[in-house]
């Protein structure tokens, strides 16, 4: 984060990968990360590094916060509806998995995976630090303030992340159609025929977010509720694909370029 600024005044564009300016309330995010932050004079130049959002501001940006793994899931998959003001954007729930590469190399015993192996546990319920990044995001898409219950699990696989989406529906649209026409284009959002569930090795190795809509149906009655499954690998999609892609963006190079690669199955 020190070096930044020295970059900057030489000249260079930066895109970086840490959460350092991804959150532009520097007093929230010295609260989250436990810290003063090194740089804030720099933050209100960063521009968050979602392509699907920010493509405009991304060509034109000095300084790209790219974005974290779970906000990147989680965001794609309720972006839809909050632009559309279609659901209650004061309880929207995210349960979302990730696997143990979610957490780096550093070496912790329960991260291990003979530790991880045949297990799946919750962590960070209290509260997780991708929380304000995925609030501030989806408050951008509304024009307000949402609620969100984000609760992060480790799962029993290296990589991986699937968000399942929960949302209050406050009014009837096709969503299947809404999600389609929003996409449209975008070459790394792959929204799936109704009726689809979309699993991590679909995407692994890939820059790709994979995504299904869900209309439960609640006895004879039709539920209130909508289903949206997000998946994407973390460690593409959710960190340096994503990081590749704003660079294209940036230098103004075919948006996927060195990202076709297929994913890798099984």
């Given at each position: 984060?020190?070096?930044?600024?020295?970059?900057?005044d030489?000249?260079?564009?930066?895109?970086?990968?840490?959460?350092d300016?991804?959150?532009?309330?520097?007093?929230?995010?010295?609260?989250?990360?436990?810290?003063?932050?090194?740089s804030?004079?720099?933050?209100d130049?960063?521009?968050?590094?979602?392509c699907?959002v920010?493509?405009?501001?991304?060509?034109?940006a000095?300084?790209?916060?790219?974005?974290?793994?779970?906000?990147?899931?989680?965001?794609?998959?309720?972006?839809?509806?909050?632009?559309?003001?279609?659901?209650?954007l004061?309880?929207?729930?995210?349960?979302?998995?990730?696997?143990?590469?979610?957490?780096?190399?550093?070496?912790?015993?329960?991260?291990?995976?003979?530790?991880?192996?045949?297990?799946?546990?919750?962590?960070?319920?209290?509260?997780?630090r991708?929380?304000?990044?995925?609030?501030?995001?989806?408050?951008?898409?509304?024009?307000?303030?949402?609620?969100?219950?984000?609760?992060?699990?480790l799962?029993?696989?290296?990589?991986?992340?699937?968000?399942?989406?929960?949302?209050?529906v406050?009014?009837?649209?096709?969503?299947?159609?809404?999600?389609?026409?929003?996409?449209?284009?975008?070459?790394?959002v792959?929204?799936?025929?109704?009726g689809?569930?979309p699993?991590?090795?679909?995407?692994?190795?890939?820059?790709?977010?994979?995504?299904?809509?869900?209309?439960?149906?609640?006895?004879?009655?039709r539920?209130?509720?909508?289903?949206?499954?997000?998946?994407?690998?973390n460690?593409?999609?959710?960190?340096?694909?994503?990081?590749?892609?704003?660079?294209?963006?940036?230098?103004?190079?075919?948006?996927?370029?060195?990202?076709?690669?297929?994913?890798?199955?099984?």
């Amino acid at each position: 984060m020190t070096e930044t600024r020295a970059l900057l005044d030489a000249g260079a564009r930066i895109i970086d990968l840490s959460a350092d300016f991804r959150i532009r309330d520097i007093a929230e995010w010295e609260r989250w990360y436990g810290m003063k932050h090194a740089s804030p004079e720099l933050v209100d130049q960063a521009v968050y590094g979602l392509c699907e959002v920010n493509r405009a501001s991304i060509r034109e940006a000095r300084l790209i916060a790219n974005p974290g793994c779970y906000p990147t899931a989680v965001q794609l998959g309720f972006l839809p509806l909050v632009e559309a003001g279609v659901v209650d954007l004061d309880h929207l729930i995210a349960d979302a998995k990730s696997g143990v590469s979610g957490a780096g190399r550093k070496a912790e015993l329960h991260l291990a995976f003979s530790e991880a192996s045949d297990n799946f546990m919750a962590y960070g319920v209290p509260g997780h630090r991708h929380w304000p990044e995925i609030r501030q995001g989806l408050a951008q898409a509304a024009g307000r303030e949402i609620g969100l219950v984000f609760t992060a699990h480790l799962t029993p696989m290296i990589r991986g992340i699937h968000a399942t989406l929960y949302a209050r529906v406050s009014a009837e649209r096709d969503f299947q159609a809404l999600y389609q026409q929003r996409y449209a284009g975008e070459p790394f959002v792959d929204v799936m025929p109704a009726g689809s569930h979309p699993d991590t090795r679909s995407v692994r190795a890939a820059n790709l977010c994979r995504i299904a809509v869900h209309r439960p149906r609640e006895t004879a009655a039709r539920s209130d509720t909508l289903v949206v499954l997000s998946v994407i690998d973390n460690l593409v999609k959710g960190a340096s694909g994503q990081a590749v892609q704003n660079m294209n963006i940036m230098f103004g190079l075919p948006e996927s370029m060195g990202l076709e690669q297929i994913p890798i199955v099984p």
